[in-house]
């Protein structure tokens, strides 16, 4: 992977939670090459370490740690290992996340006639337990961690807490209600620990990535011949750049907000990284 500039993080030691996954894996692969000591937590180990070696296979640092951002107890655990292996961490990166299809309504526009159809997942079909998956996956598996491995940046230099945002944060989309609330609940909170933590040096931010074409995604937005759906159109339609972002767009501003020498009077923001769709009207 190539990166835009080189951040000062060498030495430094960063846990990034949902580590395995599509952002987590492109944030510690750009992270290891400014000489940070990375750990990848994820709830599939197997998919973590294999990261971990990809990394130390091209000269970096890294290592792969089971945990479930749901479960204190397993972050715990993973904190113990962390800081066995290579000390007490300086920045943690929060990108767990996700959505559910359960946690999803069929139709963007409740049509009273839906009601009869059972095949169609109104709002009033959504299911609770679904729906606090989605919204606990994301929020409280971002709020957890923050208990658990904020406590090490105290009395330290340099250190910051960076969230994983989202679109759905400026304006929520349609059909996932749950994930739009907790996405906004993120940024929120995001600005409140900013507040919470400032007069203990520890800077807090978060980065709202657009719309990024990946393989979680595809089948939403493209169909089986390679060509695209409606809400694909209805995405480009709405994003000025009139394009997806690629994943190697997000990591000048993730260098930027972790490079203390760069952006230590910055705290407390949302950074959007999407081709202008926060700032577009549709008109």
């Known amino acids: ?58 000269g970096g640092n890294a290592i792969g740690v089971e945990a479930n951002v749901l479960n204190r107890e397993s972050l715990d655990n993973a904190k113990t290992l962390v800081n066995d292996f290579y000390g007490s961490i300086d920045i943690l990166i929060n990108a767990a996340g996700g959505n559910h299809p359960r946690a999803t309504t ?109 393989e979680q995604n595809k089948a939403l937005l493209w169909n089986d011949d390679g060509t695209p759906t409606a809400r694909t159109k209805k995405i480009l339609d709405n994003t000025p750049m009139g394009r997806f972002g690629e994943a190697h767009e997000l990591i000048g501003t993730l260098l930027w907000l972790l490079d203390d020498n760069a952006s230590g009077f910055v705290t407390g923001i949302v950074v959007p990284v999407d081709g202008g769709f926060s700032a577009y009207s549709g008109v």
């Not at 951040?7 to 987590?24: E, Q």
């Not at 009273?112 to 919204?135: G, I, M």
């Open 106 to 214: 069929t139709d963007e526009f409740f049509e009273p006639s839906s009601l009869k159809d059972e095949n169609n997942k109104t709002f009033f079909d959504l299911d609770l337990d679904s729906f606090n998956f989605v919204f606990g996956l994301n929020f409280t598996g971002t709020l957890l961690p923050t208990q658990v491995f904020a406590k090490d940046l105290i009395g330290k230099k340099g250190t910051s807490i960076l969230n994983v945002s989202s679109m759905n944060a400026f304006r929520p989309l349609t059909k996932i209600p749950a994930y739009s609330a907790a996405k906004a609940a993120i940024s929120n909170f995001t600005e409140w620990l900013a507040v919470h933590f400032a007069k203990s040096n520890i800077r807090v931010n978060a980065i709202a990535p657009g719309f990024f074409s990946t």
């Open 1 to 58: 992977m190539k990166i835009p500039f080189k951040a000062n993080l060498d030495n430094k030691i960063i846990v990034i939670t949902g580590g395995a996954g599509v952002l987590g894996r492109d944030f510690a692969k750009a992270l290891s090459k400014c000489g940070a000591k990375i750990a990848i937590l994820d709830l599939d180990v197997n998919k973590a370490k294999l990261i971990a070696e990809e990394i130390n296979n091209e």
